[in-house]
């Protein structure tokens, strides 16, 4: 399977973003998805994740209620819309695919996949 991330770009803080993982080589329903992010000197931080099954979503507490995850299985994408976006969500936004048990959904080591990172400026 391979991923494809886009979307991302300079936005002012308040602004809003769409990022899109673009997916090819299987169906969406056959992984979980999640969106990471790192800055540089950091660990991979989890960001939001939707299961194979039944499409519940997860979210880190830090984008709760501005951020939300999506997929669309027609076009087989999974997307991230970012709002009202904080100088602190500068990062690079890497979406990836696994079969995490429930207790490691936010875990980077659950997903085998990876996009190559797409980035995310907030300015202030």
């Known amino acids: 399977v391979q991923l494809q991330a886009s979307g991302g770009g300079l936005v002012q803080a308040g602004g809003s973003l769409r990022l899109a993982c673009a997916v090819s080589?299987?169906?969406?329903?056959?992984?979980?998805w999640a969106w990471f992010r790192q800055v540089p000197g950091k660990e991979r931080e989890f960001v939001a994740a939707i299961r194979r099954s039944g499409g519940r979503t997860y979210y880190a507490d830090s984008v709760k209620g501005r951020f939300i995850i999506s997929r669309d299985h027609a076009e087989n994408t999974v997307y991230l819309q970012m709002n009202s976006l904080k100088p602190e969500d500068t990062a690079v936004y890497y979406c990836?695919?696994?079969?995490?048990?429930?207790?490691?959904?936010?875990?980077?080591?659950?997903?085998?996949?990876w996009g190559q990172g797409t980035q995310v400026t907030v300015s202030s």
């Open positions: 080589g299987r169906d969406l329903r056959a992984y979980d």
């Open positions: 990836g695919a696994g079969t995490p048990i429930l207790s490691s959904i936010t875990q980077q080591t659950s997903y085998g996949y």
